[in-house]
């Protein structure tokens, strides 16, 4: 099953902007996920989103972070007010058949200076 | 979900069997075990998942144990490209599960 796509491939903000990061899905999905890999560190879950709702958030998810699905295809993550600490790697993934797998896309590097 | 106990790093000459094990000995009755590998920065890539039964799929061979108390990955004919940082995860189904990443086990195969 292939995965999603994401863009752009690397963004970069200064501290305090706004930034969307958009996941793309290849076809008809319902579920989608976000997880985020600081350099170096484990890759974390963020949020997950089904039928244009949150389903579950950790506590890495808060006020500045949001989730929608503006146009019923893509599935954005917004970040109202970076900080340097929000230099990561994005993923965003879809969910399988079954509930069983998720397939991640390649990520958006997310550089703030 | 259930901790996994995965070793920090192995090698493997090029064209060998790569055989990557993992402890999950708090696993639950209805809990899959999954892996996924990452190469360098990319998205984690979906290798193999199963509950009971030993699997086998185009990338890899899942082995579990009949307690299910550990399971074992296997790279039939490792290449260069197969090195990578591979995660063991133990998840319950459903759509609302996300997935807990480890550290993984850094496998480098050699030429």
């Known amino acids: 099953e292939p995965e999603v796509t994401q863009t752009p491939s690397h963004q970069v903000t200064q501290m305090g902007q706004e930034v969307i990061l958009r996941c793309v899905p290849i076809?008809?999905?319902?579920?989608f996920y976000w997880y985020r890999q600081i350099l170096g560190q484990k890759v974390e879950f963020l949020v997950s989103?089904?039928?244009?709702?949150?389903?579950?958030k950790s506590e890495i998810f808060d006020d500045q972070f949001s989730v929608e699905r503006p146009d019923g295809s893509n599935f954005t993550l917004k970040i109202r007010s970076t900080k340097l600490e929000d230099s990561a790697m994005y993923f965003c993934a879809r969910g399988g058949q079954g509930g069983l797998e998720q397939y991640f896309g390649p990520g958006t590097r997310l550089t703030v200076t | 979900d259930a901790k996994t106990t995965q070793p920090t790093s192995m090698d493997c000459a090029e064209g060998r069997a790569a055989n990557l094990p993992c402890n999950h000995s708090t696993i639950s009755g209805n809990e899959y075990v999954y892996w996924y590998r990452q190469i360098h920065s990319q998205g984690p890539q979906y290798i193999i998942h199963g509950l009971k039964n030993n699997e086998t799929n185009e990338m890899a061979s899942l082995i579990i144990t009949e307690d299910r108390k550990s399971s074992t990955l296997i790279l039939p004919h490792a290449t260069l490209r197969d090195t990578a940082v591979y995660y063991c995860i133990v998840r319950a189904p459903g759509y609302g599960q996300n997935f807990v990443f480890g550290p993984g086990t850094r496998l480098s195969v050699l030429p």
């Open positions: 076809s008809n999905h319902l579920y």
């Open positions: 989103f089904y039928n244009n709702e949150i389903s579950e």
